[in-house]
């Protein structure tokens, strides 16, 4: 079965950039998709198609994708950003989630 | 605006069966663009693809449930419906049920999500 591997955590500094990778065998030829999870609440979708945001999601959001690697890049990170981040693709008829990723502002 | 709410038994016996829906308000279960889902997470884990299903009843399952769940959908009610058997202490999550969008891109993301509702399997 496919895997995708994020890492458990990552700290950023308010105002920094954080990017989170998600690593899966050839994810490059794939559509990856990104949701925010906050404490207590819904996951909620960020990115999708590895660069696409949905409305209102702010435009610090953005994806990219290669290989087998996709990065979720937040720029000017805020302290609203601070949640667990997970990617997910679909791969023989399967949705796939990353384990997620915690990011501490 | 799209809304899903998730019901059913906040408590289920080991070894019996799980059962939840998914109300759909706000637009219509039966969208040629759509497939419907549960995902579930266990307190403090990551996110886990259940299954999803289409108005039509075609369905997916993860290949790891797939021996225990049900997915089903009842277009006049709009709702569509989720059963786990023979649920153990690890079967313990919050479940959410969602919308699978298919974009004129030909892409695939779950768009809008229920609020989750939380089941325990304990005796």
């Known amino acids: 079965s496919y895997v995708l591997t994020q890492p458990p955590s990552v700290s950023v500094a308010p105002g920094k950039t954080a990017r989170i990778n998600c690593v899966g065998h050839n994810i490059g030829s794939k559509s990856v998709h990104w949701y925010q999870q906050k404490p207590g609440q819904a996951p909620v979708l960020v990115v999708y198609d590895y660069s696409d945001r949905p409305s209102g999601i702010p435009e610090r959001f953005s994806g990219s994708n290669s290989g087998n690697t996709a990065t979720l890049t937040i720029s000017r990170v805020e302290a609203g950003d601070e949640a667990d981040y997970y990617c997910q693709v679909w791969d023989s008829s399967n949705v796939v989630f990353g384990g997620g990723t915690k990011v501490t502002v | 605006q799209l809304q899903l709410q998730e019901s059913g038994p906040g408590l289920a016996k080991p070894s019996e069966t799980l059962s939840l829906t998914c109300s759909v308000s706000g637009g219509s279960i039966s969208s040629s663009n759509c497939y419907w889902g549960w995902i579930r997470q266990p307190p403090g884990k990551g996110l886990e693809w259940i299954g999803m299903?289409?108005?039509?009843?075609?369905?997916y399952y993860n290949p790891s449930l797939r021996s225990r769940v049900t997915i089903s959908v009842d277009t006049s009610k709009n709702e569509f419906s989720l059963r786990l058997s023979s649920v153990t202490a690890a079967d313990t999550a919050v479940y959410y049920c969602?919308?699978?969008?298919?974009?004129?891109?030909?892409?695939?993301?779950?768009?809008?999500w229920g609020q989750g509702t939380l089941v325990t399997v304990s005796s």
């Open positions: 299903i289409y108005y039509s009843g075609n369905t």
């Open positions: 969602a919308r699978r969008f298919y974009d004129t891109s030909g892409h695939y993301y779950f768009d809008f």
